[in-house]
T-cell receptor, first 111, second 114 residues
Framework: QKEVEQNSGPLSVPEGAIASLNCTYS??????FFWYRQYSGKSPELIMF????GDKEDGRFTAQLNKASQYVSLLIRDSQPSDSATYLC???????????FGSGTQLTVLP | EAGVVQSPRYKIIEKKQPVAFWCNPI?????LYWYLQNLGQGPELLIR????????DSQLPKDRFSAERLKGVDSTLKIQPAELGDSAVYLC????????????FGPGTRLTVL
């Protein structure tokens, strides 16, 4: 059973701080890694994807991937109250067949 | 560009009744997915289509669930008969082609079985 693990939270940070969201995965052959944001009652919305080891930045968001440690993270700089949502980590396994989601981390940014 | 369209958005039925959900993917997207999402959990794949072919239905409860994508565009997911435990959000997603492509989600159908 391929697994994607996330801290369920809730994680609370003050406005303007850096929010750090973490995810580990069990399939060492996993190829593609995604972060989705899901507001309450809404569907998942893609924030970023990353395929290679290292950092990938997009505006206030930075995804970090360490395949040796089977670890992927999402940093949100200058957090805003509008960033309050559940963040889902998702991984495509080594056989390139299935996207497996973690259970999500609930983030609250306090004004 | 229009996103993934799903209907209905909400459905309330009594147990043992049938129910159907419809999905229209993003234009040009060959791969279509149906997911189930329970409260507090991430989406779980039910079935994946590449064009008309169901290439991964290993997690579809085939005794009561069925799906079709006859012309390789729209898709329908059916439950018959529905059980109390089927109450969840049913999400449809699509991607351009390969299983490694980014998936884009529709708004979902929230099913309540009484």
């Amino acid at each position: 059973q391929k697994e994607v693990e996330q801290n369920s939270g809730p994680l609370s940070v003050p406005e303007g701080a850096i929010a750090s969201l973490n995810c580990t995965y069990s399939d060492r052959g996993s190829q593609s890694f995604f972060w989705y944001r899901q507001y309450s009652g809404k569907s998942p919305e893609l924030i970023m994807f990353i395929y290679s080891n290292g950092d990938k930045e997009d505006g206030r968001f930075t995804a970090q991937l360490n395949k040796a440690s089977q670890y992927v993270s999402l940093l949100i700089r200058d957090s805003q109250p509008s960033d309050s949502a559940t963040y889902l980590c998702a991984v495509i396994d080594g056989s390139a067949r299935q996207l497996t989601f973690g259970s999500g981390t609930q983030l609250t940014v306090l004004p | 560009e229009a996103g993934v369209v799903q209907s209905p958005r909400y459905k309330i039925i009594e147990k043992k009744q049938p129910v159907a959900f419809w999905c229209n993917p993003i234009s040009g997207h060959n791969t279509l997915y149906w997911y189930l999402q329970n409260l507090g959990q991430g989406p779980e794949l039910l079935i994946r289509y590449e064009n008309e072919e169901a290439v991964d239905d290993s997690q579809l409860p085939k005794d009561r669930f069925s799906a079709e994508r006859l012309k390789g565009v729209d898709s329908t997911l059916k439950i018959q008969p529905a059980e109390l435990g089927d109450s969840a959000v049913y999400l449809c997603a699509s991607s351009p082609g390969q299983a490694t492509d980014t998936q884009y989600f529709g708004p979902g159908t929230r099913l309540t079985v009484l």
